[in-house]
């Protein structure tokens, strides 16, 4: 396969993107360079996707959501608040790694997005009930995917926080980060993705994983952490 690298043991073979935006579009060239066959379902038109990750994606192939879904994990780039929209059915059974943030300029006023009771990516968890979510990818900013991508052990290698309940999905998750070109950063349960949403100091900070380790450790002390302690303490 001209162009990529010879694919790691133990990362999945096959990733489907849902989202051919600027992220979703990121994700697939990073997919491709690591020798990983990519799907990549849009919203758009199957002649607009395709044409889209003609030029941003070479070698992505595009598809429908159910197409994207037969690939060994599923990466979900679309607006957070577009999740209901999501056929449960077509991604019952699969490993769903969920890189969507909440952004109320975007999604508009969403009690259910903006609950200090739980994470976005247990919202999404109980939407896709029958599917296994992990929340990663979602903290990098489009600078980081683009540019700073790396071989393990470079100097410059940025860290990407991980969070799910299932510690062999958490597992191809990692394995799939380090692929892509950057050093997995365990951060526990799928509740405590909501130490990298929007808002903490982990989000879009493009640090090391010693970094964003020590980042996520202080959230409960921020001021978003304690907004949330606070909240829960009440309820």
């Given at each position: ?14 990733v489907g993107i849902v989202g051919a935006g600027r992220i979703g579009s990121a994700l697939a060239r990073l997919a491709r360079r690591a020798g990983l066959s ?17 030029l941003g994606s070479p070698g992505a192939r595009a598809g429908s959501l159910d197409d994207a879904a037969a690939a060994d994990v599923v990466i979900l780039a ?158």
């Amino acid at each position: 396969m001209s162009g990529t690298a010879p694919r790691p043991v133990g990362v999945p073979g096959s990733v489907g993107i849902v989202g051919a935006g600027r992220i979703g579009s990121a994700l697939a060239r990073l997919a491709r360079r690591a020798g990983l066959s990519v799907t990549v379902a849009g919203s758009g038109s199957l002649e607009r996707t395709a044409a889209a990750i003609a030029l941003g994606s070479p070698g992505a192939r595009a598809g429908s959501l159910d197409d994207a879904a037969a690939a060994d994990v599923v990466i979900l780039a679309i607006p957070l608040g577009r999740y209901a929209a999501l056929a449960p059915e077509a991604l019952a059974g699969r490993l769903v790694v969920d890189a969507m943030n909440y952004w109320w300029e975007t999604d508009g006023a969403r009690p259910d997005l903006d609950d200090p009771l739980t994470s976005t990516s247990e919202t999404v968890q109980r939407h896709l009930s029958a599917s296994r979510v992990v929340k990663a990818l979602n903290h990098m900013s489009l600078y980081e995917l683009d540019n700073l991508a790396f071989p393990a052990g470079h100097p410059e290698r940025r860290g990407a926080a991980i969070a799910g309940d299932d510690p062999d999905d958490v597992a191809a998750v990692a394995a799939l980060v380090d692929a892509l070109g950057f050093d997995p950063v365990p951060a526990g349960a799928l509740a405590d993705g909501v130490r990298f949403e929007p808002g903490t100091e982990a989000f879009g900070a493009d640090e090391d994983a010693e970094e964003i380790r020590d980042m996520l450790d202080r959230f409960w002390g921020s001021q978003r952490g304690r907004v949330l302690r606070r909240a829960r303490g009440r309820a």
